[in-house]
C-alpha cells in the first residue's frame, strides 16, 4: 500500500504534519529520539509538555511542534520490556492505535513515527516492528482520512525488521 513507507533517517527532519515522539509517561523529555525531539523543537516544547500532567503507557497526547518542521508532536509512551509477560504487546498495538486516532481528531493527514520502544525500552525489534506494521496498516485500511504514515528508521537493522515485517503483513493480506 502507497499510504505506508518505510524509510530510514533522522525523524525530526520529518516534513510531516505531525511526528511521533517515543516518550516516557512524565513527557518531561529524555534521551533517544525523545532527546533529539526536544533539542530540535526547543523549550517551548518542554513548557507545553509540563502542563499535560504526564501520559500512560500506551496512550498518546498531542502538543505543537515549535521549531520543527511538523506542526504537531504525538507523545506516546511505549511499554518497557519485561520479558513479554507484561502486556507488553498489547500496550505497544495501544500506542500505534491512539497515536493514529489522535491525528485523526487533529485533521493530520501525514505522520511519521519512530521505532517506539526497541531503544532504550528493549522491546525485542522484529516483534515490535509486527506489531507496528499490522497497527498501522489496518488502520490505514478502515481510516481514509490519514494519508500517508512514514516509518522513520534510525538503523538499517531497525530498517530491516520493518521492511520484513511489512512484507510478511502483506503476504498474509493478498
Ligand atoms: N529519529 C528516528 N529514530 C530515532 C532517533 C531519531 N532522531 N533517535 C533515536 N531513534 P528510544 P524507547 C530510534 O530509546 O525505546 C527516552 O529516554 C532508536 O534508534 O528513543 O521507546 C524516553 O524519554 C530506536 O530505534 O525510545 C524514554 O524514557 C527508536 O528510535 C525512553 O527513551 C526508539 O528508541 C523510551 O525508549
Redesign the pocket.
Known amino acids: 500500500m502507497e499510504r505506508f513507507s518505510i524509510i530510514k533517517?533522522?525523524?525530526?527532519k520529518a516534513k510531516t504534519d505531525a511526528i511521533v515522539n517515543?516518550?516516557?509517561t512524565s513527557l518531561l523529555?529524555?534521551?533517544?529520539?525523545?532527546?533529539?525531539i526536544h533539542r530540535a523543537a526547543g523549550k517551548e516544547l518542554l513548557a507545553e509538555c509540563e502542563t499535560l500532567g504526564g501520559c500512560k503507557t500506551g496512550e498518546a497526547k498531542i502538543t505543537k511542534g515549535y521549531k520543527l518542521k511538523a506542526k504537531f508532536v504525538i507523545h506516546t509512551?511505549?511499554p518497557i520490556w519485561r520479558g513479554g509477560k507484561w502486556d507488553e504487546e498489547s500496550l505497544l498495538a495501544n500506542c500505534y492505535q491512539n497515536s493514529l486516532q489522535l491525528a485523526e481528531q487533529y485533521d493530520i493527514q501525514t505522520i511519521a513515527f519512530?521505532?517506539?520502544?526497541?531503544?532504550?525500552?528493549?522491546?525485542p525489534v522484529g516483534l515490535a516492528a509486527e506489531i507496528a506494521v499490522r497497527e498501522i496498516m489496518s488502520y490505514l485500511e478502515v481510516h481514509p482520512k490519514i494519508q500517508n504514515v512514514v516509518m522513520?528508521?534510525?538503523?538499517d537493522d531497525?530498517k530491516l525488521a520493518y521492511q520484513n515485517a511489512l512484507e510478511q503483513y502483506q503476504k498474509a493480506h493478498t
Open positions: 533517517g533522522d525523524i525530526v517515543a516518550a516516557n523529555g529524555g534521551g533517544g529520539v525523545d532527546g533529539a509512551p511505549g519512530p521505532s517506539i520502544s526497541t531503544g532504550v525500552y528493549r522491546f522513520v528508521c534510525f538503523d531497525t
